[in-house]
């Protein structure tokens, strides 16, 4: 039997300590690691809860290309699905936080969702999948 998972996905940052702010202090992620690789790299992973199997690599941009990246890794689709087990505790507290929202909730045939932007331009799902 073959066991495999999805551990890491990479989000491509214009800086290390505020794309760690926001996802800390605004989305209520975890500080997995900072770890300093070199003088200019580091390995920094956040995770949405402690015991999330799939995790976010923040890495710093460094060439042209990647720093054009910068909140367009998906070609302005949605990319990244924050799952919750109750969308109304964190949406409002995300719209305390000052997170901005692109659309108003909805409630769809697979549940409850909206679209959100993060502060380098990445397009977020916060959902509610339905029973």
Known sequence: MVSRALSLVTLVVPDYDSAISYFVSTLGFTLVEDTPLSEDKRWVVVSPSTDAETKILLAKAMTQIQKDRIGSQTGDRV????????????????LASGVHFLE????????????????????????????
Do not use: C, H, M
């Open 79 to 94: 990319g990244l699905f924050l799952q919750t087990d109750d969308f109304d505790r964190d949406y409002v507290a995300f």
């Open 104 to 131: 108003e909730p909805r409630q769809e045939a697979y549940g409850k969702v909206v679209v959100f932007e993060d502060e380098f331009g990445n397009k977020w799902d916060l959902i509610q999948y339905s029973n």
